[in-house]
């Protein structure tokens, strides 16, 4: 067994410091274990001639052309995904269920890229025009039956290459429950078609028929090439995500709390929210695909606003929390509906 990198035994401070090309990442280990395990779930399925080439970057992509998955290159050592943690709140992927969840996903978008799916006409009938320009915005409708639910934040109604992704998903990792989960929903059409699809596919690799037309190799935005030190990336990243969320009116905060005098002797609410702060982060976040980092900086708003109205907790602290996390829900929900897109996938 290979010597820990020195960087791994640095603090976050130090740690920072370092560029994405000094790491000398490799995708090895657990992670190749679950690389690996997608290339077992196609061959399953009869697809042998798509194994879909990975490579470390900073997110989750697929890009076009190219029939390969970039994968945050956090993952690739234990020591990386705590240092994802404490400067997010969150690992996207971070578990074996959820990094095979999004493996799944991206590997829809490398099939219908190699095999250019998405020229065939019913593939636009059912899922839309692949060319068209992904939006800055959507509007997702969770009670929809037309669309598969795999990823947070309804990610399949984003646009018609996601759904397509998502769909296959579904198919890739359910075997054949997926007739039952769905049955009865519009949306048990499109995965007919992709099972169709693929076993078009999977007749054609087994009498030997031609390789996908479509098999680049290349490696975009790969961390190997990339002089950006892991302080300056993350920087970034939490400017990004915390201007996604629009700050919270007081109206909010006085349903759950009071400055009457009769609550004098209670808990501040600041107080009340520090305490339930994570577990409150972790199911909002979980329950409408928002990233953790996001939902944090309006709860630490919600705390510092709560300070300077001098609010303190008026009921029961059970129900308080109860209420708060539905609030919290609510607006994150009433912005997502407002048109703006899930920033966690």
Not at 44 to 70: C, M
Not at 263 to 289: C, H, M, N, Y
Not at 291 to 311: C, F, N, W
Request: charged share 25%.
């Amino acid at each position: 067994m290979s010597a820990p990198p020195a960087w791994s035994r640095l603090d976050d401070a130090k740690l920072l410091d370092r560029r994405f090309c000094d790491l000398n990442l490799t995708v090895q280990g657990p992670l190749q274990a679950r690389v690996d395990q997608i290339h077992t779930e196609l061959a399953a399925r009869g697809i042998t001639r798509l194994r879909p080439h990975v490579w470390l970057s900073t997110e989750w992509f697929s890009p076009d052309g190219i029939p390969g998955i970039a994968l945050p290159f956090y993952l690739a050592h234990p020591r990386l995904i705590r240092l994802e943690r404490n400067q997010m709140l969150a690992v996207e992927g971070g578990t074996p269920a959820a990094c095979l969840r999004i493996l799944r996903h991206e590997t829809g978008h490398c099939i219908d890229t190699a095999y250019r799916l998405h020229r065939r006409k019913r593939y636009r009938e059912l899922f839309g025009r692949y060319s068209d320009p992904y939006p800055d915005t959507y509007t997702p409708r969770p009670g929809s039956r037309r669309y598969v639910t795999h990823l947070p934040g309804w990610y399949a109604q984003a646009h018609p290459a996601e759904d397509f992704a998502e769909t296959f998903a579904v198919w890739l990792g359910s075997r054949r429950a997926w007739r039952a989960r769905y049955r009865g929903w519009p949306a048990l059409e499109k995965l007919e078609y992709v099972d169709g699809l693929m076993t078009e596919i999977a007749r054609s690799s087994a009498r030997g028929g031609s390789p996908p037309p479509v098999r680049s190799r290349r490696t975009p935005e790969a961390i190997a090439h990339n002089t950006t030190t892991l302080r300056e990336h993350y920087r970034e990243k939490k400017l990004l995500y915390a201007d996604e969320f629009p700050d919270f009116y007081d109206t909010d905060l006085y349903r759950l709390f009071s400055t009457d005098p009769q609550f004098a002797d209670q808990p501040t609410a600041a107080a009340f929210l520090r305490k339930i702060r994570p577990a409150l982060r972790r199911d909002v976040s979980r329950w409408t695909g928002a990233y953790a980092y996001t939902i944090d900086q309006v709860l630490g708003d919600m705390i510092d606003r709560s300070k300077e109205l001098g609010l303190r907790l008026a009921m029961e602290p059970g129900q308080a929390e109860a209420d708060a996390r539905m609030m919290v829900t609510v607006q994150t929900m009433n912005y997502l509906h407002a048109g703006h897109r899930p920033v966690a996938v």
